[in-house]
């Protein structure tokens, strides 16, 4: 089992970056593909992006293609998500994922096994 923490959300305005990390414990994270999901208030959880377990490859959802980039380094058990050109409509809080199901790269929440607790991000105007 993998435990899973969140951090670097914050307070940004718009056009800014950020950076989110999830630092993963209890197994190597190569053992498992990773998923960004967000929610924002009133709304259902959506995927945001997801990447394989060696890195190789990735998926984004529409509308943060071109502006977020998902990454992971094994080494460090950690996977990132590099935010640039923020919106207000990306405030949301955020939650990385870990699937073992097989090798692929999963976008629907129900293939994700272990979640972390989430990582506010609030994107001004």
């Known amino acids: 089992q993998v435990q899973l923490v969140e951090s670097g959300g914050r307070l940004v305005q718009a056009g800014g970056s950020l950076r989110l990390s999830c630092a993963a414990s209890?197994?190597?994270?190569?053992?498992?593909?990773m998923g960004w999901f967000r929610q924002a208030p009133g709304k259902e959880r959506e995927f945001v992006a997801a990447?394989?377990?060696?890195?190789?490859?990735?998926s984004y959802a529409d509308s943060v293609k071109g502006r977020l980039t998902i990454s992971r380094d094994n080494a460090k058990n950690t996977v990132y998500l590099q935010m640039n050109s923020l919106k207000p409509e990306d405030t949301a809080v955020y939650y990385c994922?870990?699937?073992?199901?097989?090798?692929?790269?999963?976008?629907?929440?129900?293939?994700?096994?272990?979640w972390g607790q989430g990582t506010q991000v609030t994107v001004s105007s």
């Open positions: 994922a870990a699937s073992p199901w097989g090798g692929r790269i999963y976008i629907t929440a129900t293939y994700y096994d272990y």
């Open positions: 209890g197994r190597t994270l190569s053992s498992y593909s």
């Open positions: 990447i394989s377990r060696n890195g190789g490859s990735t």
